[in-house]
């Protein structure tokens, strides 16, 4: 424990995120608003899979996450797997600097701000993300026993909701778009840590709990104090062994092969890439025998080659674009597949929409949720984002 502690955010050691060398990680921090998309990515194409994604109430407030919330529209849930978002406001988010860990304790409040969904009343937030098309389900509280038992419960029932959502349509062969279940836990900000420090200054559930709670270890006795019986609390002698191992009856609830975090395939590209079948693309060149006399688009005949591509492979390709494929004059693509759409239909729709629930072009304005949506996608390698100038 003690080379472990030593190495945790350190040079050479191992990340405070779940950085690009963790085994298993598809989404690393950096710039927020982009969970959503990614998990959303990840499931397309493949139906057994749930992403559970827990989503910081500040990140919550950016517009890429804002606007991932409607990507149930472009799920499918005959052949696709299912997202479980998990919504936690905590209250507050600090925006936290290099330097921040070492200035004053009078510094950190500069810096510090209440989260918007954090301070709005239930029945607005419950009809925030009724809006938006899913089915929220609260867990909130700070007694630990207690939320153990009912998130516990609650993750429970979503997955139950999720998989008679994904039957009903597999059994009809009719695809919908259900209000796929999510989680909104609302827990103390720092639970479990000090309610108050330094006299008076509120801890846990307020600001000063974030990142670093206790900026003067090491050289105020009180505060060391307090936080070896914070650390305490947890009972490790209950968890550990003499020699820092985990206890062989909590060893044996972890996972194996697979169902590791580190080990799942989905994860792991090498595992189920599959090589993308594309044509040799000298058979779509166009043969010019004098300059400036034939009329001919390259984006038109690029779209042949692309139609191709969707066709010879079903499953394993998408196409993604802000709402610029038939303006791009790719509309040939069309062909091969449609674009997919689980929103409401109107009768014109008929007339040149060219959608479709089972669908291999993704079209929606935003452009970070489609540029992230199509990361996890190991073998559909290609993104368009074309504007009209």
Request: net charge negative; glycine share 10%.
């Amino acid at each position: 424990m003690k080379r472990f502690f030593r190495s945790f955010s350190f040079p050479g050691g191992i990340g405070s995120h779940a950085t690009p060398e963790t085994p298993g990680s598809l989404h690393e921090g950096g710039e927020l608003g982009y969970s959503i998309s990614h998990a959303f990515g990840a499931v397309f194409d493949h139906p057994d899979l749930i992403a559970l994604t827990m989503v910081g109430d500040g990140e919550s407030e950016t517009g890429p996450l804002a606007t991932s919330w409607h990507s149930t529209k472009f799920l499918n849930p005959i052949t696709d797997g299912a997202v479980l978002p998990v919504l936690h406001l905590n209250g507050y988010k600090v925006c936290c600097h290099d330097t921040a860990m070492h200035v004053k304790f009078t510094d950190w409040e500069k810096i510090n701000n209440p989260t918007v969904l954090a301070r709005v009343s239930h029945k607005e937030l419950e009809a925030l993300f009724i809006g938006y098309g899913w089915t929220p389900y609260f867990v909130e509280g700070s007694d630990i026993p207690s939320m153990h038992q009912a998130m516990a419960a609650t993750m429970e029932r979503c997955v139950t909701k999720i998989r008679e959502y994904q039957k009903e349509a597999r059994d009809s062969g009719k695809a919908f778009r259900p209000r796929w279940p999510m989680i909104i836990l609302r827990t103390p900000k720092g639970w479990t840590g000090p309610r108050k420090i330094d006299g008076d200054h509120f801890l846990e559930g307020f600001w000063r709990a974030h990142q670093v709670p206790l900026t003067n270890v090491l050289k105020d006795k009180s505060q060391l104090k307090l936080l070896e019986e914070w650390m305490r609390g947890y009972g490790p002698d209950k968890h550990f062994d003499e020699n820092g191992k985990l206890i062989p009856e909590l060893r044996e609830l972890a996972p194996t092969g697979n169902r590791r975090m580190s080990a799942n395939p989905v994860a792991n590209g090498g595992l189920i890439r599959r090589k993308l079948h594309v044509p040799d693309f000298r058979n779509y060149s166009v043969e010019v025998t004098q300059g400036g006399v034939a009329k001919m688009g390259s984006m038109a005949n690029f779209a042949g080659f692309l139609r191709d591509v969707i066709r010879d492979n079903p499953k394993d390709f998408r196409l993604f674009g802000p709402d610029e494929t038939q303006s791009n004059k790719l509309d040939k693509v069309y062909e091969a597949g449609k674009k997919v759409w689980l929103a409401d239909y109107f009768e014109e729709d008929e007339d040149g929409s060219n959608m479709a629930h089972e669908g291999r072009v993704m079209e929606m304005l935003s452009e970070h949720t489609v540029e992230v949506i199509s990361q996890p996608r190991f073998n559909d390698m290609l993104l368009m984002l074309l504007r009209d100038g």
